[in-house]
């Protein structure tokens, strides 16, 4: 664990062996004792904020670690996919935590670091007896969908036949009540589905995630390969091989995710 004199050294270093530009974001938050993350407020069980107004989720739980790694006061911002870019650029937030998918363009906007911290690709939720073992077990079943969705079109490649819904709840009902085989979505909004276990206790993730997108933390571009990116590097590498990730897994009653096991198995 960095405790405050430790980040100030290293902001110390980062300024005598890269400039002030790329030590910035140290800089800055060795002198505030805090340190601002961007995170999601509505994407229960990854990120949300509970009927007390408190922020509780996979994803917070992750941004307080990083906070006390640091040896800093967390300050978590909400964010939305439209603002936290811009956001981070104009230096609001120090980080981004919140979900957000690696993609080619966002490489060019955004310093993604390296390893991404989870992954969600796309997934089938169904009930343990529908007996899904394969994806071409959807071959000629109706599967549920959101319309217009892109997830749709995987569970179209192996031959279902998409029954379209306006909105999530009323695609969930359907399932409910085996109107089709399953609903094919994000495996993470899926799993977040899947963690109000009582309604839900008769039903499974059934596929192995078709896809898979990995999320990774986002720093200001120009600081990505320096001091505070490779601090943050770490961190996310002791996270999974510590198996802290996977015991958060847990906590929140998220269904067994391939790449967390991955990441745990490669770097212990």
């Not at 939305?80 to 998918?101: F, K």
């Not at 080619?104 to 007996?131: F, M, N, Q, W």
Request: aromatic share 8%; proline share 6%.
């Amino acid at each position: 664990m960095f405790g405050r004199a430790a980040l100030f050294l290293i902001t110390l270093l980062a300024t005598a062996l890269a400039g002030p530009a790329v030590a910035q974001t140290l800089d800055r938050i060795a002198e505030k004792g805090e340190i601002t993350i961007g995170v999601t407020n509505t994407f229960r069980p990854y990120g949300y904020v509970d009927e007390t107004g408190q922020f509780l989720g996979l994803e917070i739980d992750l941004a307080n670690s990083i906070a006390e790694f640091l040896g800093v006061k967390p300050r978590l911002v909400p964010v939305a996919a439209a603002n936290r870019i811009p956001w981070l650029r104009q230096g609001r937030i120090d980080l981004i935590l919140a979900s957000m998918p690696v993609t080619e363009e966002r490489k060019s906007e955004v310093g993604l670091i390296d390893p991404p911290y989870y992954a969600s690709g796309v997934a089938v939720l169904a009930a343990a007896e529908v007996g899904l073992k394969s994806w071409r077990d959807l071959a000629n079943r109706q599967v549920c969908g959101l319309r217009n969705s892109a997830y749709n079109r995987v569970a179209e490649r192996y031959g279902a036949t998409i029954v379209p819904f306006t909105t999530s709840p009323e695609a969930e009902e359907a399932v409910l009540a085996k109107r089709c085989a399953g609903l094919v979505f994000d495996e993470a909004t899926l799993a977040g589905t899947l963690s109000q276990r009582q309604r839900w206790s008769a039903h499974t993730l059934a596929l192995v995630t078709d896809e898979p997108r990995p999320w990774a933390i986002g720093v200001p571009l120009a600081e990505r390969d320096g001091p505070f990116g490779q601090l943050i590097a770490n961190i996310v590498t002791d996270w999974h091989r510590s198996g802290m990730i996977l015991g958060l897994q847990e906590k929140w009653n998220l269904p067994a995710n391939g790449f967390l096991t991955d990441m745990n198995q490669r770097l212990r």
